[in-house]
Structure formats: structure tokens, C-alpha cells
């Protein structure tokens, strides 16, 4: 079984600054894929940025990177220059190899104020 | 491309009632995923398609809930005798098939539920 933790609370962001959110993830299986989902207000969930237990280097998509830690279990999602509609909660996911199924932690709330 | 769509985006209903909800998702997807999200909490996996055919449900999928997915298009979820504890947002997304773990879902805004 798979298990994420994200236990930041809310979190107010000056808008251009960069912010960083905590992942944590918990597997006995060497092999596995871990996601950063937003969800604004609207509902629904937009993917962000993937990074592979087998990948070397730190995924990065545009603002977006990923701090991949892997022997602290560790995948935090840094936004650069964050913009106010990044305002949103942001589930961090995990998925085994040869699993259908996205594991997902709690959340963690990001308001970005001017 | 339109995107995933669900409807309704919100439903009221009283407890012990039928419920359905539809999925549209992004035409040439041959993948489905049934998700719901309680308040304060991410999305739990429910059960997940390849064309029309339904390969893994989640235990959280009682015997009150069945989807189907005729013709490998849309889903419908629909939960039978309502109970309060079904109150959730109901996601959907769909994917096209490829190497996984990588798979990219893509979300619809959901199905609100509340259960009076």
C-alpha cells in the first residue's frame, strides 16, 4: 500500500514570490511515479508535473519543478513567480507500476495575495 | 476537445433515493477513472475503465454503486438507496493509454453530492 502526507497548512503567498509544498510518500515498491495535481475553486483537478522513481533529474514544466528527494520519500513541488491564480489546493499523487490507481494526500491550500 | 464533462455539476437528494451521474470524456480517451472527494480530503480511487470494460473497482464501491461504460464512451455512476455518508464530490477523468506510471488524467469539474 501507498501512503502520501501533506501536512502544511494553509499557506498565503506574496504574488512573484516562490513557494514551496511538502510531499511526502510512504512505499515498500521501487518502482512508482509521483504527481502534483492543482484543484481551483472550479473543481476540477489539473495535472502539473510528473517525476519518475527512476528519474534522474528533477522534473520541471514551465514554473513548476519538482524537488525529488528520493531516499527521504520526499517529492516537493516549488513554485517559481507564483501568480495570483495559482490560488488553489495542490494534492501531491503517487502510482505503482502496473497499478490503475492515483494515491493522493490531502492537500495543501495556497492563496496568493497581491 | 471540450475537455471532461460531467453532469450534473450539483445534486440534492434525499436519502434512499437512486442517484446517476454522467461522464463525457475527452472523445478518443479509451480510459476512465472514478473518483470521490470528501471535504478536507484528496480524491479516492473508485473504479477505473479501459473501453467499455470495467477492470478494477475499489472496496469503497459497495454493492449500493455500479458503473458502466457502454460502447467505451461515457460512464454513468449511479449509487442506489442513498446514504448521508455518500455526500462527495464524484470526479471523472479520462487518459489516453500509454506508458505508465506516467499516465496523464485529465479531470472533469465534478459532481457535487449532498444527501439530505
Known amino acids: 500500500a501507498q501512503k502520501i502526507t501533506q501536512t502544511q497548512p494553509g499557506m498565503f503567498v506574496q504574488e512573484k514570490e516562490a513557494v514551496t509544498l511538502d510531499c511526502t510518500y510512504d512505499t515498500s515498491d521501487p518502482s512508482y511515479g509521483l504527481f502534483w495535481y492543482k484543484q481551483p475553486s472550479s473543481g476540477e483537478m489539473i495535472f502539473l508535473i510528473y517525476q519518475g522513481s527512476y528519474d534522474q533529474q528533477n522534473a520541471t514544466e514551465g514554473r513548476y519543478s519538482l524537488n525529488f528527494q528520493k531516499a527521504r520519500k520526499s517529492a516537493n513541488l516549488v513554485i517559481s513567480a507564483s501568480q495570483l491564480g495559482d490560488s488553489a489546493m495542490y494534492f501531491c499523487?503517487?502510482?505503482?507500476?502496473?497499478?490503475?490507481?492515483?494515491?493522493f494526500g490531502k492537500g495543501n491550500q495556497v492563496v496568493v495575495i497581491p | 476537445d471540450t475537455g471532461v464533462s460531467q453532469n450534473p455539476r450539483h445534486k440534492i437528494t434525499k436519502r434512499g433515493q437512486n442517484v446517476t451521474f454522467r461522464c463525457d470524456p475527452i472523445?478518443?480517451?479509451?480510459?476512465l477513472y472514478w473518483y470521490r472527494q470528501t471535504l478536507g480530503q484528496g480524491p479516492e480511487f473508485l473504479t477505473y475503465f479501459q473501453n467499455e470494460a470495467q477492470l478494477e473497482k475499489s472496496r469503497l464501491l459497495s454493492d449500493r454503486f455500479s458503473a458502466e461504460r457502454p460502447k467505451g464512451s461515457f460512464s454513468t455512476l449511479e449509487i442506489q438507496r442513498t446514504e448521508q455518508g455518500d455526500s462527495a464530490m464524484y470526479l471523472c477523468?479520462?487518459?489516453?493509454?500509454?506508458?505508465?506510471?506516467?499516465?496523464?488524467?485529465?479531470f472533469g469539474s465534478g459532481t457535487q453530492l449532498s444527501v439530505l
Open positions: 472523445s478518443e480517451h479509451n480510459r
Open positions: 477523468a479520462s487518459s489516453l493509454q500509454q506508458t505508465v506510471p506516467n499516465e496523464k488524467l485529465f
Open positions: 499523487a503517487m502510482r505503482l507500476y502496473g497499478n490503475n490507481r492515483l494515491a
